[in-house]
């Protein structure tokens, strides 16, 4: 937006804003704008200015418009999601033909549109959906959240902590059940009473959730006006105590039975070990932990700091407590080894480039086929796509081709290690875990499951393992069952390709292929390398979609982020 001349003049006496954008100091500028409602006009003031040039004050008054004005625009947002979504959830019916029993069945989409949304975006789906069920609370009952946020008063995250606070409550698990009991019974529901009945149950359930709403908003938006995100994180999670007691009471109950402990695997030879247990269970354990960093029976590096020191003492507690091999020097440093090194089984899977270990071995090695026992393990092979098992102490020449962590692990006679050569192309992309041809066999499956890793819809991070696999041109029109047309994908994404509108195009053997939407927009799918690329003059494939026009005629693409 610009401002000219008699203009610019005009709108500034007429609205009695009190200073000049053209002449004004910033300090003066800012000091008015902090007070005006975010808009576009403050949004136009502000970008005349240049917050590289202001002083450390005037910097701090400018982030606090900037930060208004970023809630003001996320507010925006909402309201198109409304517009592209609609205000209440719609379930798409197709009629489909069963060729087995010669009859028609009835397939059920809900939210189709959620899926143009996340592909044009590049938001995942279960981010697309979450958002859109948060403009949806912000655009009903809480609608005064919503206009805070519009204000400027709160943030975007002020607002997803009140929504996902709101999704807790029973009363939105009460709403979200009729309404899809009302849903699946009211095409089948023959009578008027019934009809009436179910949508009188949907009006009592939303009233209810309602009412809780306001109460939430009545709580927790003082606290969100004034205070940070975690302080209205707490508030919310005291308004739920408070509101809905008794649902909190199950919620806990329920809770426990997610307790879990898992790896996330790291960089750099470190993996996080995650523990999801009760509080009490948790802070048991944590003092425990604290407690050993001090224990001198617990025996760790020298010089290690606390946090390698907490590790230490989680291992002593799972392992045991063990003495130490070598005793400090008057200097402080080890004279030996400060630590017994612990003993653990441990199974790992292997994959290894078999482009990698053909070219290792015609050129260096002779790869002995079988199993090791004892003295050394080989990586079995006669065509190069052959595996092998092995166990021991000894290292096999072959070991080389891996790296120094896999001869440590090879050293450790409790490890076990299983090595499955997987075919790569230049890209780095699977093309075959171990078969020259293809059939339709378990390990035709396996394979296009290894290439994909996730479904093939662009943006889908649902592993392929709980995926189905697709014919891109269908087995009764004449689809091949080979990896140039076989893909994972997942129930939601397959039904769309069959249903939804969403066509698969251009499928190619190491796993990429293209979508078109139902809007016509173009979007291209590129399955993860399991390896380095081996040519640097290989395009790059930047993110997990491109956009480009298939026709002339077709609507433009989306611009690029």
């Not at 063990?322 to 402080?332: I, L, N, R, T």
């Not at 290894?352 to 086929?369: A, F, K, M, N, Y």
């Not at 796509?385 to 081709?401: E, F, I, K």
Request: hydrophobic share 40%; net charge negative; glycine share 8%.
């Amino acid at each position: 937006m610009e401002f000219e001349g008699d203009r610019a003049e005009h709108l500034l006496t007429r609205e009695g804003l009190g200073f000049d954008p053209f002449t004004d100091s910033a300090e003066v500028i800012l000091d008015h704008v902090c007070d005006l409602e975010p808009g576009l006009f403050v949004q136009s003031v502000l970008e005349m200015l240049d917050p590289a040039l202001l002083s450390q004050r005037d910097a701090i008054r400018y982030l606090q418009v900037h930060e208004r004005i970023a809630s003001w625009w996320a507010s925006r947002q909402s309201v198109a999601l409304i517009a592209a979504a609609g205000r209440v959830p719609v379930a798409e019916e197709f009629s489909v033909l069963d060729r087995l029993s010669d009859t028609e069945r009835t397939v059920r989409i809900s939210e189709v549109v959620r899926d143009d949304i996340a592909a044009a975006l590049r938001w995942g789906p279960m981010s697309t959906q979450s958002r859109i069920d948060q403009a949806r609370l912000l655009a009903g009952p809480l609608a005064s959240t919503h206009e805070a946020l519009t204000l400027g008063e709160i943030t975007p995250v002020h607002a997803r902590i009140l929504t996902e606070a709101a999704q807790r409550l029973s009363t939105w698990d009460a709403l979200e059940q009729v309404t899809h009991d009302a849903n699946r019974a009211g095409a089948d529901s023959d009578t008027d009473a019934d009809t009436a009945q179910l949508q009188l149950a949907v009006v009592l359930a939303q009233l209810a959730f309602d009412a809780d709403c306001v109460a939430l908003q009545n709580r927790v938006l003082p606290v969100a006006r004034r205070h940070g995100f975690s302080r209205t994180k707490a508030a919310s999670n005291r308004a739920i105590e408070n509101i809905d007691e008794a649902g909190q009471a199950r919620r806990r109950a329920a809770a426990r039975r997610h307790r879990d402990v898992y790896l996330s695997p790291d960089i750099d030879g470190l993996t996080t070990l995650i523990a999801r247990l009760d509080t009490f269970t948790a802070n048991a354990i944590m003092g425990a932990i604290n407690t050993g960093i001090t224990n001198p029976a617990i025996v760790g590096a020298c010089g290690a700091s606390v946090g390698e020191r907490r590790g230490e003492a989680l291992a002593a507690l799972v392992f045991g407590v063990h003495s130490k091999k070598g005793v400090p020097a008057a200097d402080g440093r080890c004279t030996d080894s400060c630590t017994t090194p612990i003993a653990v089984n441990i199974t790992i899977d292997l994959s290894v480039p078999i482009s990698e270990l053909d070219t290792h071995l015609h050129s260096r090695h002779e790869v002995g086929t079988g199993t090791g026992t004892g003295t050394g393990t080989g990586l079995g092979t006669d065509i190069g796509t052959g595996t092998g098992t092995g166990t021991g102490t000894g290292l096999g020449r072959t070991a080389d081709l891996i790296g120094c962590d896999f001869r440590q692990l090879l050293a450790d006679p409790a490890i076990r290690v299983f090595a499955r050569p997987v075919a790569v192309n230049v890209s780095g992309h699977v093309l075959d875990i171990g078969r020259r041809r293809y059939q339709i066999t378990g390990a035709l499956r396996r394979m296009i499951i290894t290439r994909d890793g996730t479904c093939r819809f662009p943006g889908c991070n649902a592993a392929s393992t709980r995926c189905q696999i697709d014919h891109v041109i269908p087995w009764d029109e004449g689809g091949k069952s080979d990896v140039g047309n076989l893909g994972a994908l997942c129930t939601r994404h397959h039904q769309l390709k069959t249903h939804g509108g969403w066509e698969l195009t251009n499928s190619s053997p190491d796993g990429a292929c293209s979508w078109r939407s139902p809007q016509g927009f173009i979007y291209h799918h590129y399955p993860e390398p399991i390896t380095e690329p081996q040519s640097s003059s290989r395009k790059k494939l930047n993110g997990s979609m491109k956009y480009k026009s298939r026709e002339a005629n077709d609507p433009p693409d989306l611009p690029a982020f």
